[in-house]
């Protein structure tokens, strides 16, 4: 009865051990590289990083525009100075000079009023 019943035995304990050794390496496989992973979760770790630094970028412009509509609602000076800034708006004992920000700077008035290099 041993003889015969040990083939049988070695057959279903070699069966679930084939099962039990695929079963491993299908979740180590997904450990290592599934949508659940380790690495997917450096992935997304790294992603909350990024987004942490533009909340918090975020946060600070709403601050500063928060400031900047109570100066607006609160300050006449703020807003005179942000009018007279912002829309080149002039007094009228005032001269208003208006400079291109893209001119070139090899022209020949780049460095007047520079005594240390020569025209």
Do not use: C
């Not at 039990?20 to 997904?30: E, K, P, S």
């Not at 100066?71 to 703020?78: A, C, E, I, K, P």
């Amino acid at each position: 009865m041993d003889k015969s019943a040990s083939p049988v035995s070695f057959f279903w304990k070699s069966a679930i051990l084939a099962l039990a050794l695929f079963m491993n390496l299908t979740l180590a496989f997904r450990l290592l590289w599934g949508d659940q992973s380790v690495v997917a979760w450096r992935a997304l770790k790294a992603r909350l990083g990024q987004m942490t630094v533009e909340l918090r970028d975020l946060d600070k412009r709403r601050a500063d525009l928060s400031r900047e509509i109570r100066l607006l609602q609160t300050d006449d000076s703020y807003v005179e100075k942000m009018i007279r800034q912002r829309l080149n708006y002039v007094r009228g004992n005032e001269i208003l000079y208006l400079f291109d920000e893209a001119a070139p700077e090899n022209s020949a008035w780049a460095g007047a009023g520079n005594d240390d290099e020569p025209q």
